[in-house]
T-cell receptor
Framework: GQQLNQSPQSMFIQEGEDVSMNCTSS?????WLWYKQDPGEGPVLLIA?????ELTSNGRLTAQFGITRKDSFLNISASIPSDVGIYFC?????????????FGGGTRLMVKP | DAGVIQSPRHEVTEMGQEVTLRCKPI?????LFWYRQTMMRGLELLIY????????DSGMPEDRFSAKMPNASFSTLKIQPSEPRDSAVYFC?????????????FGNGTRLTVT
């Protein structure tokens, strides 16, 4: 199946630092989504991106849909302990494959107070 | 608003037993998805429904797995007989429309342990 390469796989940072993670693919996507999963819970949608080049913010989170439509990044500014969790990128391919959402492998974020 | 509701939250069963996982999607959502999450394989799509009709079940591991959606507000995922390798967290998700721009909303999952 299609693959989304998400990096880094894990990050261990100090509270207050900024965080950056990204997803890349060899395929073109027409929608990018970023989810966060807290321990014992399901993934929760953070940001949705629908246009190439789109830059969207949600509080301390900023995400961009790459111009080539093959990548996306998520930045978190001034991290806090509750940012701990697994962040997933996901995307819908630019084809007629219906509702198939492809997920990246996740970035595990750990924040040291 | 109530999100996607899954039950049970945890299930521990012995190998060979039948397991039934349940899901209530968000009201008004027309698409429902079953995912499995493991450390090794991440999130895997098992099957999805549009308007209660199964569209793609190519992710279902084998005949031991079956899923039904008898109406717009209820779906089940059944494993019979269960095996230890089925141990995972199973998520149900729903989306508003069967389209590429409709984000999925996930339930909190059922953690299945087969001993």
């Amino acid at each position: 199946g299609q693959q989304l390469n998400q990096s880094p796989q894990s990050m261990f940072i100090q509270e207050g630092e900024d965080v950056s993670m990204n997803c890349t693919s060899s395929s073109i996507f027409n929608t990018w989504l970023w989810y966060k999963q807290d321990p014992g819970e399901g993934p929760v949608l953070l940001i949705a991106l629908y246009k190439a080049g789109e830059l969207t913010s949600n509080g301390r989170l900023t995400a961009q849909f790459g111009i080539t439509r093959k990548d996306s990044f998520l930045n978190i500014s001034a991290s806090i302990p509750s940012d701990v969790g697994i962040y997933f990128c996901a995307g819908f391919l630019n084809n007629n494959a219906g509702n198939m959402l492809t997920f990246g492998g996740g970035t595990r974020l750990m924040v040291k107070p | 608003d109530a999100g996607v509701i899954q039950s049970p939250r945890h299930e521990v069963t012995e190998m060979g037993q039948e397991v039934t996982l349940r899901c209530k999607p968000i009201s008004g959502h027309n698409s429902l998805f079953w995912y499995r999450q493991t450390m090794m394989r991440g999130l895997e799509l098992l099957i999805y429904f549009n308007n209660n009709v199964p569209i793609d079940d190519s992710g279902m591991p084998e005949d031991r797995f079956s899923a039904k959606m008898p109406n717009a507000s209820f779906s089940t995922l059944k494993i019979q007989p269960s095996e230890p390798r089925d141990s995972a967290v199973y998520f149900c998700a729903s989306s508003l429309i069967a389209g590429r721009n409709s984000p999925l909303h996930f339930g909190n999952g059922t953690r299945l342990t087969v001993t």
